[in-house]
C-alpha cells in the first residue's frame, strides 16, 4: 500500500516530527473486539495508515510515547506479534522490556496475578499479554492500574491479530464491508476465529466458516448463533470446501492447533490436508482479485500448500508488516490520555 505524503508533512518528516494520528482511540485496554465500535475499528486504521508513513521514513524513529515503559508479557510462543509490539514501541520511543515464562519467576510457580503486580511496581504503562489461559488480559485489567493490550489469549481472543487482518483487507479493497471472507480451518480452538468473527460481522463483511464437523464448535453447529439479533447470525457454515471457496474474495486459512489437538478431532494430517487444505486447484474458485490470508505461523503442507502460501495471490508478509502500523496505532491510543491526546494531535 503506497501513502500520499503532503508537503507540509514532508517538512515534518525533515524535522524528524511525530506523526499526526487523526483520531483518538480513548480506551485504556485492548482486550477483543466484542466492545469496539465500528468507528472506533476506523479510528485505529486511521492511525494505523499515519504510522504506515512512520515506518516508511528513513529514520524510523518518534518521540510520540518517549518516557513510556511497556512490558510484554509472554507464557505462550510467539514471534510475529511479540516482535511486531516490541517494534511498533520502539519506532514510538516507549522503553520496552520483554519478559518471556521461560527464564522468569513464573517457572518457580509464581501466580499472574503477583507477577502482574510485580511489573506494575515497576510503574509499567502497558501490560501486553499472551497468555495460555482465557481471560488472563481481562484478570489484568480489572486488577492493575496499567493499559492491557490482549496479545492472545488461549482459546479466546486475538483482537490484534484481527486489526491487522482487516486492516490489509482495507489496503486492497478500499473496505471490509460487503466482502466475502471465508475462514477455513480450526476453528474450534481458534483465538484468531473468534475476534475475526467479532471484528469482520461488526465491519460487514460476509463471513463463511468452513471446516470438519469436529473442528466446528458445537454451538455453532446446532445454530444457535442463527437467531435474529445475535451478532454472528449473518455466518454461514459450509463443510465443502470447494463450496465455500466459490466467489471467495478472502480466503483465511487457519493454523491447524496441533499443539491443542488433544482430543483426534482428525483422522489425520494428510485426511485434512486433502479435504480442506488451501491449494492451487481450489484456487481457482475464488474471485480473480481474491486475497490469501494466514496469521502465521504456518503448517506448510497441512492448512496451506507452500505454492499457495507464496503465490501471487498471498499476503501473509503483508500482514506481519501492517501489524507493526496496527500496533503502533492500539499503542499510541492506550497510553495517550484523551485530554493530553487531543492536545498531542493538535500539537505534533
Ligand atoms: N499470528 C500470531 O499470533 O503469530 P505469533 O504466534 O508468531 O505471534
Redesign the pocket.
Known amino acids: 500500500m503506497t501513502t500520499k505524503v503532503s508537503p507540509q508533512t514532508r517538512a515534518r518528516q525533515a524535522n524528524g516530527a511525530s506523526p499526526r494520528p487523526r483520531n483518538r482511540v480513548g480506551r485504556r485496554h485492548v482486550l477483543d473486539l466484542d466492545d469496539f465500535t465500528v468507528q472506533e475499528i476506523e479510528e485505529v486504521f486511521q492511525n494505523a495508515d499515519a504510522m504506515r508513513e512512520v515506518m516508511n521514513r528513513d529514520i524510523k524513529k518518534v518521540p510520540t510515547l518517549r518516557g513510556k515503559t511497556i512490558i510484554t508479557l509472554f507464557t505462550e510462543?510467539?514471534?510475529?506479534?511479540?516482535v511486531s509490539f516490541e517494534q511498533a514501541g520502539k519506532i514510538l520511543s516507549a522503553d520496552v522490556i520483554n519478559v518471556s515464562g521461560s527464564g522468569s519467576s513464573v517457572e518457580k510457580g509464581e501466580s499472574l496475578y503477583n507477577t502482574a503486580l510485580t511489573l506494575q511496581a515497576m510503574n509499567a504503562d502497558i501490560i501486553v499479554i499472551r497468555h495460555s489461559h482465557s481471560g488472563a488480559p481481562h484478570f489484568l485489567a480489572r486488577n492493575l492500574d496499567a493499559c492491557v493490550i490482549n496479545a492472545?489469549d488461549g482459546t479466546h481472543a486475538?483482537p490484534t491479530?484481527t486489526l491487522l487482518d482487516m486492516y490489509t483487507m482495507r489496503g486492497h479493497f478500499g473496505r471490509v464491508k460487503g466482502l466475502k471472507v471465508v475462514i477455513v480451518g480450526d476453528l474450534l480452538y481458534s483465538r484468531?476465529a473468534r475476534s475475526n468473527l467479532w471484528g469482520l460481522t461488526k465491519m460487514g463483511a460476509e463471513v463463511t466458516l468452513c471446516a470438519p464437523p469436529t473442528l466446528i464448535p458445537q454451538d455453532m453447529l446446532n445454530g444457535l448463533s442463527d437467531v435474529g439479533g445475535h451478532p454472528f447470525s449473518s455466518v454461514k457454515i459450509e463443510g465443502n470446501v470447494e463450496k465455500a471457496l466459490d466467489g471467495a474474495d478472502v480466503v483465511y486459512a487457519l493454523r491447524l492447533q496441533l499443539e491443542r489437538q488433544r482430543a483426534g478431532h482428525l483422522p489425520s494430517l494428510r485426511e485434512y490436508s486433502r479435504t480442506h487444505g488451501i491449494n492451487t486447484e481450489r484456487l481457482k474458485l475464488v474471485n480473480p482479485d481474491a486475497l490469501v490470508m494466514h496469521?502465521?505461523?504456518m503448517n506448510e503442507g497441512v492448512e496451506i500448500d507452500p505454492d499457495v502460501a507464496h503465490g501471487a495471490r498471498s499476503v501473509i508478509e503483508e500482514q506481519v508488516t501492517n501489524g507493526v502500523a496496527i500496533r503502533m496505532a492500539l499503542l499510541y491510543g492506550v497510553a495517550t490520555p484523551v485530554r493530553e491526546q487531543m492536545f498531542r494531535a493538535d500539537r505534533v
Do not use: L
Open positions: 510462543a510467539s514471534t510475529r506479534t511479540r492472545g486475538h491479530q484468531v496469521p502465521g505461523p
